[in-house]
T-cell receptor, first 117, second 117 residues
Framework: GAVVSQHPSRVICKSGTSVKIECRSLDFQATTMFWYRQFPKQSLMLMATSNEGSKATYEQGVEKDKFLINHASLTLSTLTVTSAHPEDSSFYIC?????????????FGPGTRLTVL | AQTVTQSQPEMSVQEAETVTLSCTYDTSESDYYLFWYKQPPSRQMILVIRQEAYKQQNATENRFSVNFQKAAKSFSLKISDSQLGDAAMYFCAYRSSLTGANSKLTFGKGITLSVRP
């Protein structure tokens, strides 16, 4: 149990286009989802926290208009990178807390590798 | 704000030997959770072990155990009988218990562990 999926696993896009990444909790309802960004050999950097049915809370320095987060249901959150540029190329990871899960554990998706040409 | 420090960027261990990964943290809270996560080359984050701050007993999970020193704010991970599959990046993480499901993880910079056959 406690599986989180991400789609796509890899995406390549042209500069200036938008890309949507989906994060789904497959076997539990997620009250809160988190979006991280990770560069090679570095730690995870939290971008934003999203709660179902409300606006996401962004970390300082993260552009809200560039990284659009929607948490439309208890099993789905999406991250849209708008007008992507090469510097947005990175590994994006989501995680989720569950209604019926211990509140002290987050479950991570497998990540999405974004390459912007 | 809480901080997590992993001062060693890399470590190496001989297969079947024991290795200890260090982590210190800073917080003014008395109740919180500490975690060690493993990130293998696949980049899937895997929970290795969890420690609740109110518990004096050190957590253990098979070959993995922690040395939790609350007063010293130290949380080291010991891997016994190291295996080739233990080679990965390891992250120490802190989570407050105050904000429930919205509580975010604060990660250290991580340490790359290599295992020599």
């Amino acid at each position: 149990g406690a599986v989180v999926s991400q789609h796509p696993s890899r995406v390549i896009c042209k500069s200036g286009t938008s890309v949507k990444i989906e994060c789904r909790s497959l076997d539990f309802q997620a009250t809160t989802m988190f979006w991280y960004r990770q560069f090679p050999k570095q730690s995870l950097m939290l971008m934003a926290t999203s709660n179902e049915g409300s606006k996401a809370t962004y970390e300082q320095g993260v552009e809200k208009d560039k990284f659009l987060i929607n948490h439309a249901s208890l099993t789905l959150s999406t991250l849209t990178v708008t007008s992507a540029h090469p510097e947005d190329s990175s590994f994006y990871i989501c995680s989720a807390n569950g209604l019926a899960r211990p509140e002290n554990e987050q479950f991570f998706g497998p990540g999405t590798r974004l390459t912007v040409l | 704000a809480q901080t997590v420090t992993q001062s060693q960027p890399e470590m190496s261990v001989q297969e079947a030997e024991t290795v200890t990964l260090s982590c210190t943290y800073d917080t003014s809270e008395s109740d919180y959770y500490l975690f060690w996560y493993k990130q293998p080359p696949s980049r899937q984050m895997i929970l290795v072990i969890r420690q609740e701050a109110y518990k004096q007993q050190n957590a253990t999970e098979n070959r993995f155990s922690v040395n939790f020193q609350k007063a010293a704010k130290s949380f080291s991970l010991k891997i016994s009988d190291s295996q080739l599959g233990d080679a990965a990046m390891y992250f120490c993480a802190y989570r407050s218990s105050l904000t429930g499901a919205n509580s975010k993880l604060t990660f250290g910079k991580g340490i790359t562990l290599s295992v020599r056959p």
